[in-house]
């Protein structure tokens, strides 16, 4: 069974500094993880996808993620957030078939001006 | 390349009525996908078509819920009767096939509100 844990619900940042967006997973067979984001009042929209390609996974809008199987973590990152980021995020595991895609609760990210 | 369309947008009934959702997914995507996003929570699927095919529905409450996608292009979702629990944003999501490593691309949802 696959499942995924956001370990924070909330994070604020202010304007360029840094983003870290994490993301545990669980999965009994190789994983594909997203990540996506959610703006208020649009739908959600791919970042990035690991596919068991390269570990480094570079997404738009300058957000990156690394697969580390050894701690079954995906983290999302950014070097300099900026006020357009803010929004909530997701990440989700799907396993082998696609047809168990499951999401995390969700981080709501706020950048500070 | 037009995105998902869903529609309506937003719709209020009281408990025990019935609602319909309507969602035409992207040209060519064979797999479709209902979620169900309870304020504050994550997407939960609710069901996944392949074609005009069933792939899973386990999380599908069928004593109210019901959907169907007959040409195996758009599709509906059906609640009857409805509960003040099904408040939530229902999103429709569309890939161009069934492996695990596809992206999904989502509709603007509807949004649910029971009274």
């Given at each position: 069974?696959?499942?995924?844990?956001?370990?924070?619900?909330?994070?604020?940042?202010?304007?360029?500094?840094?983003?870290?967006?994490?993301?545990?997973?669980?999965?009994?067979?190789?994983?594909?993880?997203?990540?996506?984001?959610?703006?208020?009042?649009?739908?959600?929209?791919?970042?990035?996808?690991?596919?068991?390609?390269?570990?480094?996974?570079k997404?738009?809008?300058?957000f990156e993620a690394?697969?580390?199987?050894?701690?079954?973590?995906?983290?999302?990152?950014?070097?300099?957030?900026?006020?357009?980021?803010?929004?909530?995020?997701?990440?989700?595991?799907?396993?082998?078939?696609?047809?168990?895609?499951?999401?995390?609760?969700?981080?709501?990210?706020?950048?500070?001006? | 390349?037009?995105?998902?369309?869903?529609?309506?947008?937003?719709?209020?009934?009281?408990?025990?009525?019935?609602?319909?959702?309507?969602?035409?997914?992207?040209?060519?995507?064979?797999?479709?996908?209902?979620?169900?996003?309870?304020?504050?929570?994550?997407?939960?699927?609710?069901?996944?078509?392949?074609?005009?095919?069933?792939?899973?529905?386990?999380?599908?409450?069928?004593?109210?819920?019901?959907?169907?996608?007959?040409?195996?292009?758009?599709?509906?979702?059906?609640?009857?009767?409805?509960?003040?629990?099904?408040?939530?944003?229902?999103?429709?999501?569309?890939?161009?096939?069934?492996?695990?490593?596809?992206?999904?691309?989502?509709?603007?949802?509807?949004?649910?509100?029971?009274?």
């Amino acid at each position: 069974a696959q499942s995924v844990t956001q370990l924070d619900s909330h994070v604020s940042v202010s304007e360029g500094t840094p983003v870290l967006l994490r993301c545990n997973y669980s999965s009994s067979y190789s994983p594909s993880l997203f990540w996506y984001v959610q703006h208020p009042n649009k739908g959600l929209q791919l970042l990035l996808k690991y596919t068991s390609a390269a570990t480094l996974v570079k997404g738009i809008n300058g957000f990156e993620a690394e697969f580390k199987k050894s701690e079954t973590s995906f983290h999302l990152t950014k070097p300099s957030a900026h006020m357009s980021d803010a929004a909530e995020y997701f990440c989700v595991v799907s396993g082998d078939t696609g047809n168990q895609f499951y999401f995390g609760t969700g981080t709501s990210l706020t950048v500070i001006p | 390349e037009a995105g998902v369309a869903q529609s309506p947008r937003y719709k209020i009934i009281e408990k025990r009525q019935s609602v319909a959702f309507w969602c035409n997914p992207i040209s060519g995507h064979a797999t479709l996908y209902w979620y169900q996003q309870i304020l504050g929570q994550g997407p939960k699927l609710l069901i996944q078509f392949q074609n005009n095919g069933v792939v899973d529905d386990s999380q599908l409450p069928k004593d109210r819920f019901s959907a169907e996608r007959l040409k195996g292009v758009d599709s509906t979702l059906k609640i009857q009767p409805a509960k003040l629990e099904d408040s939530a944003v229902y999103l429709c999501a569309s890939s161009h096939g069934l492996a695990g490593q596809e992206t999904q691309y989502f509709g603007p949802g509807t949004r649910l509100l029971v009274l």
